[in-house]
């Protein structure tokens, strides 16, 4: 800099080699790239003709090294999968990493079909007279000892507290199954009233295997409630039990097994075996619980990052005035999805509330100062009668209808053992009804965009909330029954929206220990025009999470192995040497164990809220000192850190007290190794050149060591 500024003239020139949150080498040898184009050659021109430069972004090809974006890589460790995003994508780095997609790779059984049917053990069927007949042939056929009982679904259509018959059929039994039919559904696809029954039904039957004293595992079956590609059939109405599903897993993991998807053209034949397949078919160390069988293939769900740096945002309005219709525009999100519409080129937006707001004044007349035509319209959008009166005015009073944005929210957080259908009727009426209604009352609309916002939380379920992640998931699959009769459908599961983390302080703290992060408003809703863009899938997710942190907190209660392909390998991100690992090698050996050990006590208490003065049991177990969960994955991370070694998310469950943990980490560190017999002899061998006294300190020393 100093040569440059003093030596006016010259050709020094100043780079930088170096950019803090980037790979290093990456950046050095871009910067020193930059040299040779600060200052480019002078050339002859070439003769005419001259060489025809593509015009369109079709053609152009990007020579170039592609680098991680700092904002990502400030998030969490690199991912193997990760897709690299240009930085001249969408013009903004922190929305680059924010969007993924869920695919469905085939993912085979590892045991062969059939060979471990005879442990499944008793079962519950709850299901119709063909699936229950075939499953007790084929369980009483490979284990004539095992019990199966059967019911019919109808039994969980009564409140559990009269369900006599529904607690004498869980007693002793090791499986429960419940298999809804889809022959007595109703003929409409988005029929909301499936999916209120079939909710209250399972919950019901939750209720009453958590109130039994065995704990059977629950395996839920469902028909075409999870389309693996556009154009399959799908069923809302069903895709409600995966929602409650990965809830459930939460909640209650001890009743936790698996839920399957089949087409409902799969006979029962085939159905009761890839059922029992599953339940005893799995690995635990590879177990998924969520799959789905198609065309013979077992599949199961992955999230991926997308690129969107090639995809061009959705313009509205293109050369006509028409309008779209905002339903929640007064909620936590309405305004910044309503401005975001006026920057698409909306000309004219509906903004359909249950009562009439002051929050959208202010907004009405920043938009009008643009052209954007803001109309207010109080009315509740589980109304028929409103609803048809206000899309009767579409192309006569209004511009003809072009898009619907569905972004109602409402409901409380309450925890299944408490949920009353109060608690589930006001969390459905503005998912599932709004939504029935919206679908049938544009049919007659020349729409061309129908975008449902739905939630992460469908996705990888949520504590207290298995009302609201089962509307998410029918969203989810009403925007695929949509598409396979060319309808116009987009959703898009969002994550936390820092707006509302900022209004829900307990539950924000509980979602940032979990590995979520608040997504800025304004930057979260841009990628709205990119999703909607008709090359984009049905279904995207917009959310930052700090994956590693996230699987590590959910897998404390479930499976979750949706988020595999988001998770660095095994020691592929190095972790740095810590000071405490530094001290505890420059430590006597004899006190490195008790080192090690205080140190333990010393994180456990300070992730259980303790204050250092106070004294932490070494000998009680971590959860009945009042250690949850999300305390455990502090722990685990917090050991993970200081010393410097990978840690399994289990760790904490598997030696749940002081004494055992660090008895654990003595054997992985080698710190703490024993050291080995001279070339030659055993340690047996090695012990017998010492006197029985000699042996008596040893073993006292040993003693001490591990208490």
Known sequence: DTLHCTQHGTRYISIGTLQRDTDDTITFHTNLN???????????????????????????TRHWITTLLASTT???????????????????????????????????????????????GSWLVVSDAGLSDELARLVVLADPASRVECL????????????????????????????????????????????????????????????????????????????????ERANPAHAVLWGFGRTLALEHPEIWGNIIDLDASMPPELAARCILDEVAGQDEKDREDQVVYRACLRRAPRLQRRTVSAVSPVKLSSGQATTQLVIGATGNIGPHLIRQLAAMGATTIVAVSRSSSTRLVELDKSLAATGTNLISVAADATDPAAMTALFDRFGVDLPPLEGIYLAAFAGQPVLLSDMTDDDVAAMFRPKLDVASLLHRLSLKQPVKYFVLFSSISGLIGSRWLAHYTATSTFLDILGYARRLVGLPATVVAWGLWKSLADVQQDATQVSAESGLQPMTDDVAIGALPLVMNPEAPVYSVVAAANWPILAAAYRTRGVLRMVDDLLPAPGEVPIQESEFRKALRTCQAERRHDMLFDHVSALAAKAMGMLPAEALDPSAGFFQLGMDSLMSVTLQRALSDSLGEFLPASVVFDYPTVYSLTDYLATILPELLEPEAPSGLTTGEAYDEFTESELLDQLSERLRGTQ
Not at 85 to 109: F, K, M, S, V
Not at 200 to 223: N, Q
């Open 34 to 60: 930059s040299v040779h184009t600060a200052h480019p050659p002078h050339t002859p021109h070439p003769a005419e003709p001259h060489v025809t430069i593509p015009s369109t972004p079709w053609q152009h």
């Open 74 to 120: 400030a998030l969490q460790p690199l991912d193997r999968n990760r897709v690299m995003t240009y930085a001249t994508g969408i013009g903004n780095t922190e929305l680059d990493g924010w969007i993924y997609q869920l695919d469905w790779p085939a993912r085979p059984l590892t045991s062969e079909p059939g060979a471990t049917w005879a442990s499944n």
């Open 152 to 231: 019919a679904p109808s039994v969980l259509d009564h409140d559990v507290s009269t369900l006599d018959d529904l607690h004498k059929a869980l007693r002793g039994v090791d499986n429960v199954l419940y298999a809804p039919s889809v022959s007595t559904e109703s003929v409409d696809p988005v029929d909301p009233e499936s999916g209120y029954r079939l909710f209250h039904a399972v919950r019901r039957l939750a209720a009453a295997m958590v109130m039994g004293t065995s704990k059977p595992r629950l395996v839920v079956v469902t028909r075409n409630a999870q389309p693996v590609a556009v154009g």
